[in-house]
């Protein structure tokens, strides 16, 4: 070496100590400004830097009989004795299960070679247990185990959380983030709408030979999940929270859907629970207990949902518009659409309407949309100007004093109106192209007949006053999703053009 080369070495050697000289200290940095600062920007980040550094991974293999019995299990060891005795244990009853099942299946094996003389297809017994750590920090320890067993030819997959309180050594019940009980039923419920979604959206993968094949499915499938999401402990037992402050359930495999699914996983955020979790829970995760930000949340999110579901520009859509309403049967019909996944437009009576308030809130609630029938359902084409005034502006204002809804959209009784109407409101006129006439007929069969010869663009008149007609729409939308039509509320069939032409407003393609 020249002494430029050393030259050159020399300075190598020293750019990269200064490298390393900057990583050390941003890194040093870094840990002093997130452990020190209480800015809640960086709190999230620091969040998800669990303090995993007292916490070790203790493994073991077991490997027998030739390789038919096969043992592989984690559990993680930390800075607490009594922690890890807890997690010894718990494992050590995986294993003593494991020893016998494997004991077993082994004799099995051993007496079948004797009788035949040769081997038996299947005689391998694997047990594994993993483990992530959920969430851990000075106070908490959560931890969330994933189980395989496999005995011969059929193979199960468990989740188990376990929870400790980190100073003290003792194991919580998962129960002890939450408030009180109340939160099995409200994980229940949440549980089962996520479930009913993706249960729809299978529904939309298979093909069934008949309709018969299809309600099997449907009633075996609805079966299974109501059983597996009753609201009790042995059901939930498996909650973990992942770094965007979500609970994620895991239902065990078979527990809520055929085994092809295997372990089952759901995700709510955190902030939907706020009302059940309890303060130690709210305060690591920076959650702001409010019933009023909940309800907004929810608001918005279905706002946003409906408007980017669908384009009916791109897709086919349908609207199913019920007039009259709201009656006593409104929130059975309401209960049909949600299973579903449907919204509809409510055209509404007032004085129906102050009857039933938390029908009409539970409708905004729901994402549907709400229009103007009138008061009493006058014949407006019959009505002075005052007549016609009072009779929208009345329902109107008692819209909003209930649910703060602003009805935008209006439809005249008998779908009677004339020109002059159209001086007389902003509203957008809307009629229909579909009419089942089930005021006419109350006969389940012949309106899902009718109604089900909806295509793309139509807008469907039924009247939510009638048994006979809410009887017949679980099957008149079973039979458009058949077609590939999408569900919209009525607005979306229109331009913003459209909406405002001040003129009686049926769906034609184009416009
Ligand atoms: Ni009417």
């Not at 009980?181 to 093909?207: A, G, P, Q, T």
């Not at 709210?282 to 959650?287: G, Q, S």
């Not at 939510?464 to 079973?478: F, L, N, Q």
Request: hydrophobic share 35%.
């Amino acid at each position: 070496m020249n002494k430029k080369q050393k030259n050159i070495a020399l300075l190598a050697v020293f750019i990269i100590f200064v490298i390393g000289l900057v990583f050390v200290i941003r890194f040093f940095n870094l840990n002093n400004f997130s452990d020190d600062n209480g800015d809640s920007s960086l709190s999230h980040s620091y969040k998800a830097e669990t303090k995993y550094d007292n916490i070790k991974v203790f493994t073991n293999e077991e490997i027998k009989n030739d390789k038919r019995s096969l043992l592989h299990i984690a559990y993680p060891v930390t800075e607490s004795e009594s922690v890890n005795n807890s997690l010894k244990s718990f494992t050590q009853e995986f294993i003593n299960e494991y020893e016998e099942v494997s004991k077993t299946q082994e004799k099995n094996y051993q007496d079948y070679l004797v009788l035949n003389g040769e081997e038996a297809v299947s005689s391998v017994t694997e047990y594994t247990q993993h483990f992530d750590i959920s969430f851990a920090n000075d106070k908490y320890l959560l931890i969330v185990f994933h189980r395989y067993r496999f005995t011969g030819g059929t193979g199960s997959d468990d989740a188990i959380s376990l929870l400790f309180n980190r100073e003290t050594g003792q194991e919580l019940p998962l129960s002890s983030l939450f408030v009180d009980d109340s939160y099995l039923e409200i994980l229940s419920e949440k549980s089962r709408d996520l479930l009913n979604k993706k249960m729809l959206e299978n529904l939309k993968l298979v093909s069934f030979q008949n309709k018969k094949a299809k309600d099997d499915w449907l009633e075996m499938t609805v079966e299974h999940v109501l059983s597996g999401t009753e609201a009790t402990k042995e059901n939930f037992d498996s909650l973990s929270i992942s770094n965007d402050n979500e609970l994620i359930i895991s239902f065990d495999k078979y527990q809520v859907g055929p085994g092809s699914d295997g372990v089952v996983e759901l995700k709510m955020p955190l902030e939907e629970l706020s009302q059940v979790l309890a303060p130690d829970v709210l305060e690591i995760f920076d959650i702001e207990k409010s019933k009023k930000k909940d309800k907004e949340e929810k608001k918005d999110k279905i706002n946003s949902a409906d408007i980017t579901a669908v384009d009916c520009a791109k897709e086919k859509c349908v609207a199913l518009t019920f007039d009259d309403g709201p009656s006593v049967y409104t929130d059975e019909l309401l209960d049909i659409l949600k299973e579903n996944n449907v919204k509809a437009s409510f055209f509404i009576l007032g004085k129906s309407a102050k009857i039933q308030p938390d029908t009409i809130s539970r409708i905004v609630r729901e994402g549907h949309v709400l229009g103007n029938h009138t008061w009493n359902h006058k014949n407006l084409s019959k009505l002075g100007d005052d007549g016609v005034e009072q009779q929208l502006s009345d329902t109107d204002d008692l819209i909003k004093e209930i649910s703060g809804y602003e009805m935008t959209l209006l439809r005249p009784p008998y779908g009677a109106y004339n020109e002059e109407l159209f001086g007389k409101t902003d509203k957008a006129v809307i009629l229909w192209n579909v009419d089942p006439e089930d005021w006419k007929d109350r006969d389940t069969e012949l309106v899902t007949e009718r109604m089900s010869l909806a295509e793309a663009g139509s807008i469907i008149l039924a009247h939510d006053i009638y048994p006979s007609t809410i009887a017949a729409i679980p099957e008149v939308i079973y039979n458009l999703k058949q077609k590939d039509l999408k569900f919209v509320t009525v607005d979306k069939l229109f331009s913003e053009e459209a909406l405002n032409s001040n003129k009686a407003l049926r769906y034609q393609q184009g416009l």
